[in-house]
């Protein structure tokens, strides 16, 4: 339990996926310009994330390790993502357009965040059994989301600042990824392993 | 009177501001002469503008009504005094656009004949009903603030019973001093004129809140009760607080209780009223008399003889001011109102209103002209004082980035306009203007949102219409080739769309002005627009004679 | 190699089952985004963004095959209403669409018309009335500003005219134009 | 006769930025006095070099962008971002890191943002971080305090300015002789050694209820920032959200073990604790708005700066502390809105 | 109809698998000896560094075995140890052993150590120590770890076996002792633990029996650790 | 469709639509593997390799597509293409391949292949495909190079560190120092320096595209006046 614990503090704090490990950050950039759509693709991403991690770790333990096939993985892992991700926006837009209002323009958008597969592997390299690729994933996600969250809302703010003028849109936007990035190197050293 | 002192409550935030009174409240409202050109808008209050019953060239007497209401949230306008009606045209009004709009000009004869007096009357041998009406009648409407028709406050509604009627003496912006001397010298009026309110709501009790600082208004106010003997009226002393004048924020003070946002205070059991209000609706069952008059302060450096008058609605500013011994030196600027809730009146050929409380020349530096602003710090100054406990840096900060959504997230109605915000502003951002910009903005929005709907159901009525004339064009088109199978004619190789507009034309020619022809594109007409087509002939048919200037309203 | 061709080829069979059963399952008609973005759009119908009106542009946009700037009459407040909700970057008007301008509505001078029907043709929102050989005239609550009835007019009798500017249409200057207009 | 049109209110306001600052500036002065008393001169270069390099680098980036340079320099707030930041800094630190870390404070922490009003992070602790970051080694160069006998050296303003500038040590010393870790950091290291608390406690930094000198400082900074409060300069949420939260969950941890935790009151009188609280989190503009909001960005950072000192690699948090909840602010603001008049509760 | 559809779908979706999986396979095919061999190379560079090629004449990549020692070696894993002989006799021996107590965590260490309990290097395969302050141990920093080599429980003495603020003969950094303090214990714990068990640690069987398996070829390796 | 001209493809690729500088795609790598200039040329080649036979095969295939398996389809394609130059680097360039690490096999989300593929190949013919993606890529790895050596050059003070990880032992050499005895600026190396190196960089682009846009105005407006006269 207690390790399941570290492993989501670690994801969401200490090894950030978007701030401290660079993965996931197309969509960080291009989808937080509003707050209420930030928070969608968050949701999203942490619904999508968290069930391929799983399908990446059943794919790879039941299907690839037996056939000593390890360097499929990346296509194995992609498709597996890519099929998810595709099969959830399907469903989604049939069975609650309510929900597809919020969640699918940006379903499709995250068979290519990079995040997804970076999961996914680095299950493999972490050795993560069934249920810390699940808690693996689900940490990542909710890093994801959080600082997300956290830089639309910043975003919303800057979007009205008397910024100047070679700066605004995405420069500054990236200025300002940066200096979160800083401040989550204050989570530097809390877990040490 | 006799009763348990008054349990108090607090509003958040709120100011407490230098009050600039003794300048005013000093002497005795005066009566004003009465001008020789009295320029009377035709809205004068919130709701429809009243409709003209004049002509131009038709004489008219004091407390004739020359424009009926039109709708329900509407009074009817008087004139202020006898005379003539000279003019009906857009003139300038007290309005902070600096618009003008359609006002009523009356030279008068200086006669001030009354008309006869159809108003007055024993309000207790009236149903509430009826003495709505009376009210109406007499174009009273709220003297305090916005100028809303006081019989419709009258009107709760039988789901809503009234327990308290609250008199408005708080007079909390600096400067004003014309309910103070209103209720100094006119108190049995006020009490009088509140017990036919009263009576109209059929409340329980009437509730006469003033501030602290006006001791003799709350004196004559007791003495007033005492005299009628009434055990249902009590005066309240406030603290004198701004704003404690805005009536959630003394209805909070007075009751505890707190008017929903986007409510009204008889959701709680309150009406409020101004005691100017009050004092009116006394003369129109004492005296007949219509809402003609109010008292005014004048005061602030910028003239002679600052003090109360009493003023027929319509007079120019100008003249106001004249007779109150004119500007000084000093005067810098015109605020019709007080200096946190008025605003600047760029011409003093403006006519006094309904709403007129006050006049504020102010000379020298007494209101600066605003600073330059800062950006905003995000202090929370302004939250701490903001009576409507709203987050005024937050509505500053969209309504300066236009998103309307999210000021509207962040309560923009609620705000009531005070300036409490602006004033401790440590950046001087004129921060009331942005809500008022914003507001404006967004009302707008939904007026052409609105006519985007209907631009859209036409849009595609059309769509539709045109569809279905193909169809049957087409059908037709199948026929007569048939028809022409059978009979072939001679073919030109001219365009035929130009051949049939050219045929279209000398057809017209040919049969010019001739009726009975079956109008296109007749369907779905409302009323209204036959009528507009009806006129459209009309005036074709009149073509040749008319030399009248085109009136733009169909 | 071939249990690695095997493994994957199945898999992505499997896959491909799936993602083809779902397909036809739930299937979904229409495009709700294009009713969005068409509520957004002035409804001016006066086809400066190139295509026949609001619609077909607001479905352009859905599709991908429209730029967000093209609508003249919705000016900078529906360019940046278009970027939110469809989360991308606000652009400024492109120019080639036209300007910006002030709402104007029609007037036809009753004195010329000659009720040729030319103008009620063009009139994408019928808000012109009037028979064949009738004086025609513009109902001035339902003009949308489009200029359409202009250009067809044989005797060019139509004018734009700016909409009258009352107190209750008046709307507060936003402070920061004014400080800019001061300077 | 005609008038001027202006948007009411009329009357004119009361207060403006310029004499905030100033404020903070002044209240600022017990605790400067008290931290040059106890580490001498090289506080006040500090301070003189990382003030004029603020002034300077927003004179220039507003040159640059063709604003007004006079009217904004008056607002005084580059001069207060450069203060502050110099407060943090160890008090030898070699003049180009007061210079870096100014420059990085207002060119990219505030102008890039548009200047006073719309930087979302602390000028001053983003300047902060980055030295820290950047420059660790300088950075954790503290000198014992007046009053730690057995190693004080005291450099006279000239030695001081040697060594700051030219890095020059007064003969015979090294710079190893010279420094010393602050408490926070001692107490970590020894943690890290396994040391018990009351081993800790027995070396010679330890005053009365904090570190040697540092709690004097941080008693007149918690004078300076009552002055405030009582001129209504800061409202009381941040600061007490702050302490309040520090010291709650310093108790909780003391609580449970008495031995491998410090006291409360330790972690309230070491390090930034008072500065921080009064001074730093309390920067308008990168705070949150709200009433609640503020009680929640300031135990925020209270938390997050106990979780640093006692799990993370810092010696202390209340940097990151404040640039994480800076990051936050907008969020929380978002969610804490007050109850409107009038609307439901 | 539909149910066609689906099938064209999935063979569809089989072909591309296919192919593509194919032409990978083919790579792979053609690829994995070197990799596996370009592995071996990089750790083989590594142990060089340590125990030059010349000194020994057996493949230390595979002579290899595994022992746990918590106490002395830092971690409750099984540490491998590479062994050196020339002509069946032990020459030298490299550790892989951890120094826990870094400033940020865990330091991992090569430490090679000669038959006579000299050291023949030290070197840090892995840390997390502050960049700027800590990280001067990483020979591609500064020298100091270099400083290690030719040293040995005489040199200096037992009890000089520490950083100079604690009464040893290693220099620290300033503002950085911890992170030499943890270092120098290591290498210090890894001689004793050497001294005494030197000759259980070449007597014992290799465990490395084979090249490493294809599967075992990890298309994932993290760039820094 | 009308096809674009293969100059306005290139320049599209190369600047006005540059994957990192303007469509922001492709971040991860960029920001992930540019601590220094030789990482971001390794990593930005391999991207070209992959756009460029991505973007080919799929424009050949793009008329078999149905709409439910497009993106698998596509996204197998070029998994196929990375696992091939993965295999391939991890033999050939062994110690690049490891510092680049897990960003190659996430070549394959590299958004701006995929966008790439949707936007660009499964619309044009090969020919065109081809270019946009060799362009494409080439405009990424400008900004990886740039970026890469700016940082770089700010945190350490060298420039081609580290060269011969990708052109053998004789680039050893090839590396610059710069600045003698910098102190280095740590920021610049770690994530936050990144995220703002990119930042100062598209800042620069906007300054360069405003000094463009005023120039062409100015010929603009300079034209007519000798036709006047
Ligand atoms: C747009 C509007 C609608 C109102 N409708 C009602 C109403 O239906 N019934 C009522 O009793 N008062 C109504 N009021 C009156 C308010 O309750 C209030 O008394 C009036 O606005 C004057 O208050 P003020 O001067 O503080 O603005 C309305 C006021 C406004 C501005
Ligand atoms: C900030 C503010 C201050 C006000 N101050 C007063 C006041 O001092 N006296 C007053 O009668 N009305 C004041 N009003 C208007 C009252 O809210 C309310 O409209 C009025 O008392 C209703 O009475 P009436 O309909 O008779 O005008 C104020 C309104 C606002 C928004
Ligand atoms: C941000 C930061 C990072 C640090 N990193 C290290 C480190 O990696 N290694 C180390 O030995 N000390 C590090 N320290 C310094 C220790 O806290 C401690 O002060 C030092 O090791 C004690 O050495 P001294 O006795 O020479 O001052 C760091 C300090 C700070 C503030
Ligand atoms: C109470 C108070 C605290 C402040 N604290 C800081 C601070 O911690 N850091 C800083 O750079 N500026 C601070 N300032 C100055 C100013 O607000 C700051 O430079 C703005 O962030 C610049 O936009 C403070 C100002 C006030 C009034
Ligand atoms: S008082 Fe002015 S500066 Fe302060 S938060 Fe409010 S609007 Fe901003
Ligand atoms: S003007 Fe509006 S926002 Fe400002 S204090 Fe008054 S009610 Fe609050
Ligand atoms: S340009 Fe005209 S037709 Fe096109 S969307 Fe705008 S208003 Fe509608
Ligand atoms: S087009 Fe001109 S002439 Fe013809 S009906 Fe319309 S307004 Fe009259
Ligand atoms: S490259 Fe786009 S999300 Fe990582």
């Not at chain 2, 809500?435 to 009525?461: C, G, L, M, S, V």
């Not at chain 5, 296919?18 to 000896?33: Q, Y």
Request: net charge neutral; hydrophobic share 45%.
């Amino acid at each position: 339990m207690q390790e399941l614990a570290l492993i989501l503090i670690s994801t969401v704090l200490v090894n950030n996926f978007v701030l401290v490990k660079f993965l996931g950050l197309c969509p960080f950039m291009g989808v937080s310009r509003k707050l209420e759509t930030a928070t969608g693709m968050g949701l999203a991403t942490t619904f999508v994330l968290t069930l391929s991690s799983v399908c990446s770790y059943l794919v790879n333990a039941y299907l690839l390790e037996p056939l000593g096939l390890g360097y499929l993985r990346t296509i194995a892992f992609i498709l597996t993502i890519a099929v998810v991700v595709q099969f959830t926006e399907m469903v989604v837009h049939k069975t609650s357009p309510m929900l597809y209002q919020v969640l699918g323009i940006f379903l499709p958008l995250i068979t290519t965040n990079c995040a997804v597969l970076g999961v996914a592997l680095l299950n493999v390299q972490e050795q993560n059994g069934f249920v810390e690729s699940a808690v693996y994933g689900f940490g990542a996600a909710v890093g994801f989301s959080l600082v997300l969250s956290l830089f639309a809302a910043i975003r919303e703010r800057i979007a009205v600042a008397d910024v100047p003028v070679a700066f605004r849109g995405s420069a500054i936007s990236l200025v300002t990824a940066g200096l979160m990035s800083l401040a989550f190197m204050g989570f530097a050293g809390l877990i040490k392993v | 009177m006799g009763k348990a002192p008054h349990h108090l409550h607090r509003f958040h935030g709120g100011l407490h501001l230098p009050a600039n009174k003794t300048l005013s409240s000093g002497s005795p409202i005066r009566a004003l002469p009465i001008p020789a050109r009295l320029v009377i808008p035709l809205s004068q209050h919130i709701g429809t503008a009243a409709d003209v019953m004049v002509k131009v060239g038709e004489p008219v007497l004091r407390g004739q009504m020359i424009a009926r209401a039109q709708g329900y949230v509407s009074v009817p306008i008087h004139a202020s005094s006898s005379g003539t009606v000279v003019d009906i045209t857009d003139h300038l009004i007290p309005h902070p656009s600096g618009l003008s709009a359609p006002c009523i000009i009356i030279e008068t004869d200086g006669k001030d004949t009354a008309v006869d007096d159809t108003l007055s009357a024993d309000h207790t041998q009236l149903d509430p009903s009826e003495l709505r009406n009376r009210i109406r009648q007499a174009g009273i409407v709220g003297l305090g603030g916005a100028g809303f028709p006081s019989f419709i406050k009258l009107n709760p509604g039988t789901n809503r019973p009234i327990a308290t009627l609250l008199i408005n003496g708080a007079e909390c912006e600096p400067y004003i001093s014309c309910d103070d001397r209103l209720m100094r010298e006119r108190a049995a009026d006020v009490i009088g004129g509140a017990a036919i309110l009263k009576h109209a709501l059929n409340a329980t009790e009437c509730v006469i809140a003033v501030e602290d600082n006006k001791p003799e208004a709350i004196q004559a106010l007791r003495d007033a009760i005492a005299q009628r003997s009434v055990s249902d009226f009590a005066v309240v002393v406030i603290p004198t607080l701004y704003p404690t004048g805005g009536e959630k924020q003394l209805i909070q003070v007075v009751t505890g209780r707190e008017v929903p946002s986007q409510g009204l205070p008889a959701d709680v059991g309150v009406i409020c009223h101004n005691p100017g209000t009050a004092a009116a609706v006394h003369r129109v069952f004492a005296l007949g008399e219509p809402l003609i008059s109010r008292i005014i302060t004048v005061t602030g450096t910028g003239v002679r003889e600052p003090g109360n008058v009493e003023v027929r609605v319509g007079t120019p500013m100008a003249d106001v001011i004249a007779a109150c011994g004119g500007y000084t030196d000093r005067a810098q600027r015109l605020l019709m109102g007080g200096p946190m809730m008025g605003f600047a009146v760029g011409n003093d050929a403006t006519p006094v209103i309904k709403t007129t409380n006050c006049l504020l020349v102010a000379g020298g530096n007494e209101l600066p002209l605003p600073q330059a602003p800062l950006p905003c710090i995000r202090c929370g100054a302004c939250v701490d004082v903001c009576p409507a406990k709203l987050l005024p840096q937050q509505l500053y900060w969209y309504a300066h980035a236009k998103d309307f959504d999210k000021v509207q997230d962040y309560s923009l109605f609620d705000c009531i306009e005070c300036g409490c915000c602006a004033y401790v502003c440590p950046s001087h951002l004129p921060l009331v203007q942005y809500y008022r910009f914003a507001k404006t903005e967004i009302w707008n929005q939904e007026r052409e949102r609105e006519k985007a709907d209907i631009a859209r159901q036409r849009h595609e009525y059309r769509l539709f219409r045109l569809e279905r004339e193909k169809d049957e064009r087409a059908a037709r088109l199948q026929q007569k080739q048939a028809a022409l199978k059978t009979a072939k004619g001679e073919t030109t190789a001219e365009d035929p769309k130009k051949a049939a507009i050219q045929a279209a034309l000398e057809r017209a020619k040919a049969k010019k002005a001739s009726a009975g022809v079956m109008p296109k594109n007749t369907d779905n007409l409302t009323e209204a627009q036959q009528q507009a087509i009806t006129n459209a002939d009309e005036r074709r048919r009149n073509r040749d004679s008319s030399t009248a200037t085109r009136s733009e309203d169909a | 190699m071939l249990t690695a061709i095997l493994a994957l080829g199945i898999l992505a069979a499997l896959f491909g089952l799936l993602l083809g059963y779902t397909a036809i399952r739930f299937r979904v008609e229409g495009d709700p985004v294009a009713n969005q973005i068409n509520a957004i759009l002035p409804q001016t119908q006066c086809g400066q963004c190139g295509f026949a009106g609001c619609r077909p542009y607001a479905e352009a946009i859905a599709a991908g095959e429209a730029e967000i700037n093209q609508c003249p009459p919705g000016g900078e407040a529906g360019i940046r209403a278009l970027a939110d909700l469809l989360g991308r970057d606000f652009k400024p008007l492109n120019e080639e669409h036209g300007e910006h301008k002030e709402k104007m509505i029609a007037v036809i001078d009753e004195q010329v018309c000659i009720g040729c029907t030319l103008c009620i043709q063009a009139c994408p929102v019928d808000a012109i009335l009037g028979a064949a050989k009738h004086m025609h005239t513009v109902i001035e609550a339902e003009c949308t500003g489009c200029e359409l009835c202009v250009p067809p007019c044989p005797v060019d009798c139509i004018d734009m005219v700016p909409l009258h500017q009352d107190v209750s249409t008046w709307k507060w200057p936003s402070p920061d134009e004014v400080a800019t207009a001061r300077k | 006769m005609l008038f001027p049109v202006f948007s009411s209110p009329h009357l004119p306001a009361q207060n403006n930025v310029s004499r905030v600052m100033g404020e903070v500036l002044l209240a600022l002065l017990p605790g400067i006095l008290c931290a040059t008393w106890f580490f001498g001169w090289g506080v006040l270069v500090n301070i003189v070099i990382a003030a004029t390099t603020c002034v300077a680098a927003e004179a220039a980036v507003l040159a640059l962008r063709g604003r007004a340079v006079r009217a904004t320099l008056a607002d005084r707030s580059a001069l207060l971002t450069g203060v502050l930041l110099a407060l943090c800094l160890p008090p030898l630190a070699p003049w180009w890191i007061p210079v870096i870390g100014s420059l990085f404070a207002i060119v990219i922490a505030k102008q890039l943002y548009g200047g006073l009003g719309y930087n979302p992070f602390n000028p001053a602790m983003i300047g902060y971080v980055v030295l820290l970051i950047s420059y660790p080694r300088e950075l954790t160069l503290w000198i014992p305090p007046t009053g730690i006998e057995a190693q004080h050296l005291n450099l006279n303003l000239s030695q001081t300015l040697a060594l700051i500038f030219t890095n020059s040590l007064p003969a015979e010393t090294t710079i190893d002789a010279l420094t010393m870790p602050t408490p926070l950091d001692a107490t970590k290291t020894a943690f890290g050694l396994g040391q018990t608390l009351h081993e800790i406690k027995a070396s010679p930094l330890f005053g009365h209820f904090g570190g040697v000198g540092w709690e004097w400082i941080n008693l007149s900074f918690l004078i300076g920032g009552l002055y405030l409060l009582a001129r209504r300069v800061i409202s009381w949420h941040i600061p007490a959200g702050l302490l309040g939260g520090l010291f709650l969950i310093a108790l909780v941890f003391y609580g449970s073990d008495t031995d491998a935790f410090p006291s409360p009151l330790f972690h309230l009188f070491s390090g930034a604790a008072m500065l921080g609280a009064f001074f730093i989190a309390t920067d308008p503009v990168s705070a949150a708005t709200t009433p609640r909001g503020r009680l929640l960005f300031g135990a925020g950072i209270g938390v997050i700066a106990y979780v640093i000192r006692t799990w993370g690699g810092y010696p202390d948090g209340i940097a990151f502390g404040v640039l994480l909840m800076n990051m936050a602010a907008p969020t929380i603001d978002y969610y804490t809105k007050p109850r409107v008049f009038g609307q439901s509760k | 109809m539909n149910s066609r559809q689906i099938l064209v779908t999935a063979l569809f979706l089989f072909l591309f698998a296919a192919i593509g999986t194919a032409l990978v396979a083919f790579t792979f095919d053609n690829t994995h000896e070197r990799i596996a061999a370009n592995e071996r190379e990089a750790l083989l560079r590594n142990l060089h560094v340590l125990i030059p090629p010349d000194t020994h004449d057996n493949d230390i990549f595979n002579d290899i075995t595994k022992v746990t020692n918590p106490e002395s070696l830092g971690t409750t894993e099984p540490a491998t140890v590479y062994r050196a002989r020339k002509q069946g006799w032990p020459v030298a021996a490299v550790l892989t052993t951890v120094a826990p107590d870094g400033y940020n965590g865990a330091i991992k260490l090569l430490v090679g150590i000669k038959l006579d309990g000299t050291l023949a290097g030290v070197r840090v395969v892995s840390h997390r120590e502050t960049p700027g302050l800590g990280d001067f141990i990483d020979a591609q920093r500064s020298d100091w770890i270099l400083g290690f080599t030719g040293r040995s429980l005489k040199d200096p003495i037992l009890k000089k076996w520490g950083v100079k603020r604690d009464g040893g003969e290693f220099d620290q950094f300033t503002g950085a002792t911890i992170t030499p303090r943890a270092v120098v214990k290591a290498v210090k714990k890894a001689l004793l633990y050497f001294e005494h068990n030197s000759q259980r640690l070449f007597a014992s069987e290799s465990t490395r029996t084979a090249v490493p398996a294809a599967s075992s070829v990890q298309p994932v390796e993290s760039a820094h650790e | 469709m009308s096809e674009p001209s293969y100059s306005s493809i290139a320049r599209d690729g190369l600047w006005t639509n540059n994957p990192g500088l303007v469509q922001l795609l492709g971040l991860c790598p960029l920001l992930a593997v540019t601590a220094t200039a030789i990482n971001g040329l390794g990593l930005g080649l391999a991207t070209v390799l992959t756009l460029v036979a991505s973007n080919v095969t799929i424009s050949l295939i793009r008329h078999l597509v149905r709409p439910e398996v497009r993106i698998p389809v596509f996204v197998l394609v070029i998994a196929s293409v990375v696992t091939m130059i993965e295999l391939s680097m991890n033999a050939y360039f062994h110690e690049l391949y490891n510092i680049l690490g897990i960003f190659i096999p996430l070549i394959v989300t590299n958004c701006a292949i995929i966008g790439r593929a949707e936007a660009f190949a499964s619309k044009h013919s090969p020919g065109r495909a081809c270019v946009d993606g060799l362009t494409m890529g080439l405009g990424f790895t400008f900004v990886l190079v740039i970026l890469g050596g700016l940082r770089e050059l700010v945190g350490q003070g060298t420039l081609l560190a580290q060269a011969h990880l990708m052109f053998g032992e004789a680039a050893r050499t090839w590396t610059i120092m710069v600045i003698e005895d910098y102190r280095g600026f740590l920021l610049a190396i770690l994530p936050p320096g990144a995220f703002m190196g990119l930042g100062l960089l598209i800042a620069l682009k906007n300054i360069i595209d405003a000094r463009l846009q005023r120039r062409a105005q100015q010929v603009m407006a300079a034209q007519p006046a000798p036709a006047a006269a």
